[in-house]
C-alpha cells in the first residue's frame, strides 16, 4: 500500500523567504505525486502534480516540486513567500496504472511572518 | 465551470437526527470521492464512485454512513442516526474519465452534531 509522510505538521517563513514543505513517499510500484494547497474555509486546490514525465515539476502560484526516486522524496519549494500562501498544504500519492485513490498526508500548515 | 457544489454549506443538527449531504460533481467527470476532515484523523476517503457504481466504500466509518449516486449529476451521503463524533468537514470530490488525475473539491459541508 502506498503512504505519503508530511515532515513538520506547521511550518513558518518569514515573507521574501524560501518555503520548503517535505513529503516523503512510500510505493510498491511508480507513483502519481500530487501536492494541493487548502485555503481557509475552502476545499483542496491542486498545486502540481507529478506523473512519470519530467521530475521538476512546476505548479501554480510559483511553487514547485522535484521527484527523486533515490530520497522517495516531493518536496515543495517556492523560492519567495508571499503573505497570500498561508495556508495548509498536503502531499498525496497515488499509484499509477489505474489507481484512482489518492493517499493524503496530514498536511502543513504554513505560516508567513511579515 | 461551475465546480463541485456541495449542499448545505454548514449543517447543525442534534444527536440522533438523519443528516444528508449533497453533491454536484462536475459535468463530464465519472469518478466521485466523499472525504471526511478532521483536526483529529486529517483527511479520510470514505467511498468513491466510477460511473455512478460504488467502486471502494472501504472508508465508510460505520452502518450509519450510506452514499449513493443515483445520477451522474448527483450524489448523497446520508448519517442516519447522526452522533457528536460525527461532526467534520465533509467534502466531495470528482475526477475526468482518465482516473489517476486531477481531482475537483468542492468547498465541503460542515457538520456539527450537538
Known amino acids: 500500500a502506498q503512504s505519503v509522510t508530511q515532515l513538520g505538521s506547521h511550518v513558518s517563513v518569514s515573507e521574501g523567504a524560501l518555503v520548503l514543505l517535505r513529503c516523503n513517499y512510500s510505493s510498491s510500484v511508480p507513483p502519481y505525486l500530487f501536492w494541493y494547497v487548502q485555503y481557509p474555509n475552502q476545499g483542496l486546490q491542486l498545486l502540481l502534480k507529478?506523473?512519470?514525465?519530467?521530475?521538476l515539476v512546476k505548479g501554480i502560484n510559483g511553487f514547485e516540486a522535484e521527484f527523486k526516486k533515490s530520497e522517495t522524496s516531493f518536496h515543495l519549494t517556492k523560492p519567495s513567500a508571499h503573505m497570500s500562501d498561508a495556508a495548509e498544504y498536503f502531499c498525496a500519492v497515488s499509484v499509477a496504472f489505474g489507481n484512482e485513490k489518492l493517499t493524503f498526508g496530514t498536511g502543513t500548515r504554513l505560516t508567513i511572518i511579515p | 465551470d461551475a465546480g463541485v457544489i456541495q449542499s448545505p454549506r454548514h449543517e447543525v443538527t442534534e444527536m440522533g437526527q438523519e443528516v444528508t449531504l449533497r453533491c454536484k460533481p462536475i459535468?463530464?467527470?465519472?469518478?466521485l470521492f466523499w472525504y471526511r476532515q478532521t483536526m483529529m484523523r486529517g483527511l479520510e476517503l470514505l467511498i468513491y464512485f466510477n460511473n455512478n457504481v460504488p467502486i471502494d466504500d472501504s472508508g465508510m466509518p460505520e452502518d450509519r454512513f450510506s452514499a449513493k449516486m443515483p445520477n451522474a449529476s448527483f450524489s448523497t451521503l446520508k448519517i442516519q442516526p447522526s452522533e457528536p463524533r460525527d461532526s467534520a468537514v465533509y467534502f466531495c470530490a470528482s475526477s475526468p474519465p482518465s482516473g489517476t488525475d486531477t481531482q475537483y473539491f468542492g468547498p465541503g459541508t460542515r457538520l456539527t452534531v450537538l
Open positions: 507529478y506523473t512519470s514525465a519530467a521530475t
Open positions: 459535468s463530464g467527470h465519472d469518478y
